[in-house]
């Protein structure tokens, strides 16, 4: 039985996580999981999986948690009780599920001692690329991708037996605007953004995937996870999300991997690896799929990605300056401060205007999203 550590429990992909426990209750057992806000959500997770190790980051909602909770279940306040637990003997795999910058110190806890990391936090990988993968390297620690794109790729690469690869395709949906006009995502309100059009999952990369920072994220996620310069990654538009992604090799073979949009299958993955264990739900079935469409991403249209792609390039603490300028950025758009394109205006001019560092340090990696979430801040 692996024992599970949920970092983000009450968000997306850690409710996901748990309905995947529940359907193995003899394959995992769940012994911390973690929330910011949703002190709710968290303690009926934790009577209902029975776990003994709960944490809530809002001080204003520990009481709460405590005096909800009887005894034998111990509850624990901030990021540092999250960082300490993922380190304890009794856990085998960590899901790293936290939304935005928060999740990247408990995620370094985990890899320093050496634990399996299934991680669906993208910002870690976009903030500290090198610093994540070095301590993983040095640590023995090993990263399962929970994004659907990344697993996908993951899985087509188990069958590339070392060969080298050509080039990545990294699928998006488009998100909901798509097939807008630039001048009528001009004036794109939260609660259109919010509605993807394939997947269910939270508001902050619901607004990066209407952006396509999202992906974008996952261009600097892939580079990092799987070795491969960017030049080599290629972002095509499949509204369907049937096929997740694909790895096209030098004698241009390509492989694919497809299935419904269901996140439950990568996590499960991630969390059973090397094994696949049966899961509930409807399957792909290909008499009803009328049509597989691909395009180009418009990057005038959307310049979040054009924005990644130099990010990325320019190297150093920039990915990550640009990653708290868009949380920044994303937070504002929420509460209706900011439009949409004020989003990636700030960031670019965040990415300009921070301090450069060519090799940061995990220090420099924190001083630079305070300085930059902070710079963005003062442009509204």
Same mark, same amino acid.
């Given at each position: 039985?692996?024992?599970?550590?949920?970092? $983000?429990?009450?968000?997306?992909?850690?409710?996901?996580?748990?309905? #995947?426990?529940?359907?193995?209750?003899?394959?995992?057992?769940?012994?911390?999981?973690?929330?910011?806000?949703? &002190?709710?959500?968290?303690?009926?997770?934790? +009577?209902?999986?029975?776990?003994?190790?709960?944490?809530?980051?809002?001080?204003?909602?520990?009481?709460?948690?405590?005096?909800?909770?009887?005894?034998? %279940?111990?509850?624990?306040?901030?990021?540092?009780?999250?960082?300490?637990? #993922?380190?304890?003997?009794?856990?085998?795999?960590?899901?790293?599920?936290?939304v935005g910058f928060?999740?990247? *110190?408990?995620? +370094?806890?985990?890899?320093?001692?050496?634990?399996?990391?299934?991680?669906?936090?993208?910002?870690?990988?976009?903030?500290?690329?090198?610093?994540?993968?070095?301590?993983?390297?040095?640590?023995? &620690?090993?990263?399962?991708?929970?994004?659907?794109?990344?697993?996908?790729?993951?899985?087509?690469?188990?069958?590339?037996? $070392?060969?080298?690869?050509?080039?990545?395709?990294?699928?998006?949906?488009?998100?909901?605007? *798509?097939?807008?006009?630039?001048?009528?995502?001009?004036?794109? *309100?939260?609660?259109?953004?919010?509605?993807?059009?394939?997947?269910?999952?939270?508001?902050?990369?619901?607004?990066?995937?209407?952006?396509?920072?999202?992906? $974008? %994220? !996952?261009?600097?996620?892939?580079?990092?996870?799987?070795?491969?310069?960017?030049?080599?990654?290629?972002? /095509?538009?499949?509204?369907?999300?049937?096929?997740?992604?694909?790895?096209?090799?030098?004698?241009?073979? #390509?492989?694919?991997?497809?299935?419904?949009?269901?996140?439950?299958?990568?996590?499960?993955?991630?969390?059973?690896?090397?094994?696949?264990?049966?899961? !509930?739900?409807?399957?792909l079935n290909f008499?009803?799929?009328?049509?597989?469409? %691909?395009?180009?991403?418009?990057?005038?249209?959307?310049?979040?990605?054009?924005?990644?792609? !130099?990010?990325?390039?320019?190297?150093?603490?920039?990915?990550?300056?640009?990653?708290?300028?868009?949380?920044?950025?994303?937070? &504002?758009?929420?509460?209706?401060?900011?439009?949409?394109?004020?989003?990636?205006?700030? /960031?670019?001019?965040?990415?300009?205007?921070?301090?450069?560092?060519?090799?940061?340090?995990?220090?420099?990696?924190?001083?630079?999203?305070?300085?930059?979430?902070?710079?963005?801040?003062?442009?509204?």
């Open positions: 039985m692996k024992r599970i550590a949920i970092l $983000g429990s009450t968000g997306s992909i850690g409710t996901q996580t748990l309905d #995947v426990v529940r359907q193995h209750p003899d394959e995992f057992r769940v012994d911390m999981i973690s929330a910011g806000n949703n &002190a709710q959500l968290l303690v009926e997770q934790a +009577l209902a999986f029975n776990v003994p190790n709960v944490v809530i980051c809002n001080p204003d909602k520990y009481q709460a948690v405590r005096d909800a909770l009887p005894a034998g %279940f111990n509850v624990f306040l901030g990021i540092e009780s999250a960082c300490d637990l #993922v380190r304890m003997p009794e856990v085998d795999v960590v899901v790293a599920a936290m928060s999740g990247l *110190r408990p995620t +370094l806890a985990a890899l320093e001692a050496g634990k399996t990391v299934a991680l669906a936090n993208k910002e870690t990988l976009v903030a500290a690329g090198s610093i994540v993968m070095e301590s993983a390297k040095a640590h023995g &620690a090993c990263i399962y991708p929970v994004d659907s794109e990344h697993s996908a790729i993951f899985q087509c690469l188990l069958g590339a037996d $070392g060969n080298p690869v050509h080039k990545i395709h990294l699928t998006a949906s488009g998100g909901p605007f *798509r097939t807008w006009p630039r001048e009528k995502i001009v004036s794109a *309100r939260k609660e259109q953004a919010l509605k993807h059009p394939n997947w269910s999952m939270g508001a902050k990369i619901t607004i990066d995937s209407a952006t396509m920072m999202n992906k $974008g %994220f !996952e261009v600097i996620e892939a580079k990092w996870l799987f070795g491969v310069d960017t030049s080599r990654i290629h972002v /095509v538009v499949h509204p369907e999300s049937v096929i997740h992604s694909m790895v096209e090799f030098e004698d241009g073979a #390509v492989m694919a991997q497809l299935g419904l949009p269901d996140m439950r299958i990568p996590i499960q993955l991630a969390l059973a690896y090397p094994r696949r264990l049966p899961l !509930e739900g409807k399957r008499e009803e799929l009328s049509d597989l469409t %691909f395009f180009e991403p418009d990057m005038e249209k959307f310049p979040c990605l054009a924005l990644a792609f !130099e990010a990325i390039e320019r190297g150093g603490n920039i990915p990550c300056a640009m990653n708290a300028a868009n949380e920044a950025a994303v937070a &504002a758009y929420l509460q209706d401060k900011i439009g949409f394109y004020d989003i990636p205006d700030t /960031v670019s001019k965040v990415m300009s205007g921070v301090n450069f560092a060519q090799n940061p340090s995990v220090d420099d990696i924190f001083e630079t999203n305070a300085e930059a979430y902070a710079l963005a801040s003062s442009l509204w």
